[in-house]
């Protein structure tokens, strides 16, 4: 049974940093890709970022330049480093696995998810 555990949210100042880690059970890193979503209340969960076994990444065009998605394989965790945070970067965070269908940030392409760890950046 794959299980994805996240933490590393907290609640941080606009201008200021996190690092989001998932850690696996089940799942076998770098084997497929992997991702980071988001979800603010009252809005669609949105992909964030997302890496594939070859280390490719891609990011939504609002976190680019300001996060940036690794995995280390050996650990079995994926992470997110959140730099220069923004108030609308406020949302519950999830990292997925078990990419099979679509485009790398659709959340219907995926079939693992963590529980969501909450981010929430002041003014």
């Known amino acids: 049974q794959v299980q994805l555990v996240e933490s590393g949210g907290g609640s941080v100042q606009a201008g200021g940093s996190l690092r989001l880690s998932c850690a696996a059970s089940?799942?076998?890193?770098?084997?497929?890709?992997m991702g980071w979503f988001r979800q603010a209340p009252g809005k669609e969960r949105e992909g964030v970022a997302a890496?594939?076994?070859?280390?490719?990444?891609s990011y939504t065009d609002s976190v680019e330049g300001r996060f940036t998605i690794s995995q280390d394989n050996a650990k079995s965790t994926l992470y997110l480093q959140m730099n220069s945070l923004k108030p609308e970067d406020t949302a519950i965070y999830y990292c997925?696995?078990?990419?099979?269908?679509?485009?790398?940030?659709?959340?219907?392409?995926?079939?693992?998810w963590g529980q969501g760890t909450q981010v929430s950046v002041s003014s």
């Open positions: 997925a696995a078990g990419f099979w269908h679509g485009t790398w940030l659709s959340a219907g392409g995926y079939n693992y």
């Open positions: 089940g799942y076998t890193y770098g084997t497929g890709c």
């Open positions: 890496i594939d076994s070859d280390g490719a990444t």
